[in-house]
Each structure stands twice: as C-alpha cells, then as structure tokens.
C-alpha cells in the first residue's frame, strides 16, 4: 500500500513539472508564439506589429540585416485583456 501511494505522489510531480514547465513566462515573444497564444495567424500578429497596433520591436535575427518583430509578454496580456490599439494614420 505505502509502494503505491509513493509511486502516485512520483506521477502527480511529474506531471505537475511537466505543467510547469509548459506555462513558463517568458519575458519577449516572437510573431509565431504570439499568434498561437492569441489564436490567429503569424502574419496577422506581423500586421499587427506593422500598423502600430500592438507594442512590438524589431530584433536581429539570423544572418543579414533580417529582423523580426519581438512582443513583451506585458503587452502580450495587455492584448487579452484590453485588444488591440487604434490604428495609426500614417
């Protein structure tokens, strides 16, 4: 009986390191992660980082000049709760 209570209290840890580790906060997001998070496509998250209507930044990625749009995980629940920001006219 002790045998198979450790062994269940062994399984709810992993499991409970395993949720863990899937929910870790980062502190900045790219494009993709947004978009999964919110549930909609990259290049709407890219548009959306384009027009100005969330908060985002450019980072160097890869080779080149190449650079991608990162989004603060702040903003990210910003987003959630508020929506996004008026669009800007350019």
Request: net charge neutral; proline share 0%; aromatic share 6%.
């Amino acid at each position: 009986m002790y045998e198979l209570i450790l062994q269940k209290l062994e399984q709810i840890e992993l499991q409970l390191v395993a949720l863990v580790d899937e929910k870790q906060v980062q502190e900045w997001y790219d494009t993709k992660t947004v978009a999964e998070m919110l549930d909609r496509s990259s290049y709407s998250v890219r548009e959306w980082c384009r027009l100005g209507r969330v908060r985002a930044t450019k980072r160097a990625c890869g080779r080149g000049s190449a650079k991608e749009w990162m989004i603060s995980h702040d903003e990210v629940q910003r987003i959630k709760s508020e929506g996004l920001l008026s669009r800007e006219v350019v």
